[in-house]
């Protein structure tokens, strides 16, 4: 059966697990020294998920990859949020935060989700794409933030000239720590509401993002290889675990995925994998003028154009 | 000077600097090992506070004890919020938040607050007070929970039969970790828009609410006492840094005092005092069963009448 018979939804199904066993095994590759493990869950109102977890392994501290198709009814409030009428959905995504014990591997974030409304015979009446993918290094090398960049850039072009820039402006803006004035880190895309119209269809939509999924790997492995043997001191790794607290900060008080999660009774520990596995908060912290440390923190303060 | 003739607002300034120093004074001397620091700041709008930190004490592994007095124009948001019509406000308070080092020793928090609306000719037309004090233990010692909430009950007492009841309630209330479906901590008193009225006078109110005050140490000094030198294990030193991702997760979700600050310009790092050092998020994790660490999880599921 050629895939065009299929409908969108089962067409990204089928894509997202996929998606997440390439990267779970691609990881665990890279990780060499633990695997993943596995929770099935079902959604009370319609639904469930799997997800994967890694905890203390050789390279990778704490990380999920995890998908989910729900549907149901949405309550008013998320009706409004969205924006729409209807109020029969499914979604469906793979999201995955994966956070690396040596502060020179940047933590980095992924999302790529499918949403669909109905009208009361149940025929679709709305649809569309959204998701993306972000890098947050705790020491800056430039040339891993390029290459991340350049990856997205790349797969950008071949869709739309103006995405790339579009997009890294809107996870600029998305990814960034209101009552710090800061990013929290370093950015990549940002993308939603990627409905069909006039330039791009469904299918043209479902090539874009699953082209994105599939890059992921290209994007953030090369930076794990070249950064993970490097040696680093203990005050290095305190300052990952500080940095890691604005990470926390982000998800907790601005990130919409989370507290909508949060407050809708989603699976508490799925959402929450997302949270680093030692975090530090130290009072008013201001790192050495002129060190690696403050490198970063000026560099978070003003997006910058890297490709 | 008899003290009636100052404003309730000088009075009530003059008292929570004085309260600032005695318990500052107190728990360094608990301590031993350190001493608080403290920063002034003044606020762009109007005022400002002092800001006093211990951190990598002997027994205080972080806390802070702050006094603010701030006033200028409410934005529309806050009126709404505290649903008051009148825009020029004034407002103190001090506010603390103790995180021992050792798991055996419970962290505490209060919070005793002034606010005063005005009117067009600068005359009061409106005044409250609010604050409250809990206790957020890591292994539960019923003993310590009796005598945290029977100070509380014996200063309640003294000023109306139903304080006790009425704010223990708000408190069980008010520290709900919704997302988790537990309390934050073993409770204590929450109490908020205490207007003089039939019953109470402003006077009345500011009695009870400085004999609260100075009621802390009583309540919290002497649990601090009696487990300071308690042996603890890595693993229970660990259960404590899970369980304080808990009260990160209440402080960044639900708090709303710590969510007005960091939407509205507050001090950033004087709202944020209140996160503790050392941090840990584990995936799903689980206390053995018949442990005192699911002691503590089930004991937090539903409040609990202590006195």
Chains 1, 2 share one sequence.
Not at 18 to 27: E, F, K, P, V
Not at 64 to 82: A, D, H, I, K, Y
Not at 286 to 296: I, V
Request: charged fraction near 25%.
């Amino acid at each position: 059966m050629p895939h065009n018979s299929l409908t969108m939804k089962n067409r990204f199904i089928t894509y997202i697990k996929s998606l997440q066993n390439n990267i779970t095994q691609s990881l665990e590759k890279e990780d060499g020294a633990t695997t993943f493990r596995e929770d099935s869950w079902k959604r009370p109102g319609g639904g469930g998920g799997k997800t994967r977890v890694i905890e203390n392994g050789g390279v990778f501290e704490k990380g999920g990859v995890n998908v989910s198709e729900v549907f149901g009814t949405l309550p008013e409030s998320m009706q409004q949020q969205l924006g729409v009428k209807h109020r029969d959905f499914f979604a469906c995504g793979i999201s995955l935060v994966i956070h690396p014990k040596s502060p020179m591997v940047p933590t980095v974030h992924a999302n790529f989700r499918y949403f669909e409304l109905y009208d009361k015979n149940k025929a679709v009446v709305d649809q569309w794409f959204g998701g993306g993918l972000d890098l947050t290094p705790y020491y800056v090398f430039d040339e891993d933030a390029i290459h991340f960049h350049q990856v997205c850039k790349t797969v950008c072009d071949t869709h739309h000239p103006d995405f790339y820039t579009k997009y890294k402006k809107q996870c600029d803006e998305y990814f960034w720590n209101h009552h710090r004035e800061e990013a929290r880190g370093i950015g990549g895309l940002f993308f939603d509401y990627c409905r069909p119209n006039e330039n791009m269809t469904a299918d043209a939509w479902y090539s874009f993002i699953t082209q994105m999924g599939d890059a992921f790997l290209e994007a953030y492995l090369p930076v794990v290889q070249k950064r993970k043997s490097l040696t680093y001191s203990k005050e290095q790794r305190q300052w990952q675990e500080i940095r890691r607290g604005r990470y926390v900060e982000f998800n907790l008080v601005h990130d919409k995925g989370t507290l909508f999660g949060l407050k809708t009774n989603g699976r508490i520990e799925s959402i929450l994998m997302s949270l680093p596995p030692h975090v530090q908060w130290v009072y008013d912290m201001h790192p050495e003028e002129g060190s690696e440390e403050e490198k970063l923190v000026t560099l978070l303060q003003q997006p910058k154009t890297w490709v």
